[in-house]
């Protein structure tokens, strides 16, 4: 029996958004996504609004179906959840995300049928579409297009624009492509292809040329603890004493270093429940002059259960920063007076975590001005941007056991280094269980330890004083820029159409 035409073609578009991750780390076939942006593209080109967001839609889901796949491991493995259940939490959230990804595509059918305006309006959507899901429903800014130019010369303009800049021009060579398959104008557009793409890869060289930083007079010493603590002994009382021991036998021998840090949540408990512990912690750092940077769950102890994802500074100032974007249901659960208690998924340890504020000072460390960004916050490209805009070196602290053996932790790894790209500012990353490593201010991981291993790193990190274009204004101009450009050739339909 032969296959229903619709159905043949949704499952087409279903494959085109599953081999997006392709383009992605760890794989970085990036002339993958391309192909696979030109195929949704050219299945949008002539179909009514309902018809281009079902294509999208199709599409969408395909996408975060191969993409975030890591979040059935999460949910099953971590969540407590049985595979059936988990399998069934992950389809609602592909299908959900895969909404939320067609919706600015729902504009496809109001633009002019143009080839001009197909090469200004195509990227533009697909711009907003990524931009629209960074925020919706707290956000899912994961899979976008630009991370597939991580290390390619295209990353150069990334300092300019961000990773929303890099998925405008991925989408742009797209949709060429789409021009050319469909030989329309068969002279112009195959040199617009490869002149465009040329000048693109070659802008891209001739940007990562340029310092938009500059080095400071002082290096300094970094060590990071990588302890490997499985997720369901991380938070067992009794496990606590034991977890607090090897913290400390691993540090030891480190504190001759400017700076050590431990991971997110490393601490297991409250600080305030072993002031002892916490104690020794600062003589030694005192005796050493030295800056422990700890990863722990704080409370405040003037407001009622409030609880917070924090990095402390272990040393004379006692610093802290506590994280701005939180992990719905892993620290947070929505509409919480309906759901909590339901099943143990919606009980996570831990998942009563409130939001820190918005302003917060960046430690400050032998003279540098260090900014902390804790796990899921790094996928923010402007968060980090506000947060680092004044320092020198950008620490970033996760538990990525979340994810298992998936994908995920390298994914997360390929995002730390494009905000190192972004912001020209060297990061150092410490994990419970990887990927914990070196980037320097051009994004190239310089060194890192393996996964799912009990160790140390530490080397000498250069930071780096200034700030690029992207770290002033963030990605406000390419959204902007992709907003007018739909607008305009919304409003402009009826002059541009022959």
Known sequence: M????????NCLLVLAGA???????????????????????HKLINQSNGKAFLNSFFYGFGLFLSGASWIYVSIHEFGFLAAPLAFTATIIFCLLFGAIFA????????????????????????????????????????????????????????PLGGVFLLSYFCALLSVLLTLLCQ?????TYPRLLCSLTVALFLGGYFL????????????LSVALIQPNIPQNEKWSTNMRVSIMQQ??????PLWDHDIIVWPEAAIPTIPERIPRYMESLKLRAKEHNATLLAGAITYNPEKQNYYYNSLLAVNDRAEQYNKTRLVPFGEYVPFESYIRGLIKFFDLPMSKITKGSRDQQPFSIRGQYVSAV???????????????????????????????????????????????????????????????????????????????????FSGTVQPRTGYTPFSMVGSWPIIIFSMLSCLSLVILRS???P
């Not at 032969?2 to 073609?9: H, I």
């Not at 504009?107 to 197909?118: E, I, R, V």
């Not at 991580?150 to 150069?156: A, M, R, Y």
């Not at 020209?424 to 799912?452: E, M, W």
Request: net charge positive; glycine share 6%.
């Open 374 to 456: 804790i796990c899921y916050e790094v996928v923010y490209p402007d968060l980090v941007a506000r947060n680092t805009l004044q320092s020198s070196l950008i620490v970033t602290v996760s538990n990525d056991t979340w994810f298992g053996r998936s994908l995920g932790p390298i994914q997360h790894m390929q995002m730390v280094r494009m905000r190192a790209i972004e912001n020209a500012k060297p990061v150092v990353r410490a994990t419970n269980n990887g990927i914990t490593g070196f980037i320097d201010f051009k994004g190239h991981l310089q060194a890192s330890l393996d996964r799912g291993v009990k160790s140390t």
């Open 495 to 497: 002059k541009l159409e």
């Open 208 to 219: 990562q040329s340029i310092n938009w930083t500059q080095e400071t007079d002082n290096s």
């Open 19 to 41: 081999i997006f991750p392709l383009g992605l780390a760890p794989f970085g076939l990036w002339p993958i996504t391309v192909i696979s942006i030109a195929i949704l593209f």
């Open 183 to 187: 030989s329309l104008n068969r002279f």
């Open 103 to 158: 919706l600015p595509f729902v504009l496809f059918g109001y633009l002019p049928k143009t080839q001009l305006a197909l090469v200004l309006g195509c990227p533009s959507l697909w711009v907003l579409s990524e931009w629209l899901r960074s925020w919706v429903l707290t956000g899912f800014p994961w899979l976008y297009a630009g991370y597939s130019h991580t290390d390619t010369w295209l990353s150069g303009w990334a």
């Open 2 to 9: 032969n296959m229903p035409n619709n159905v043949r073609q």
């Open 247 to 252: 913290l400390a036998k691993q540090t030891e």
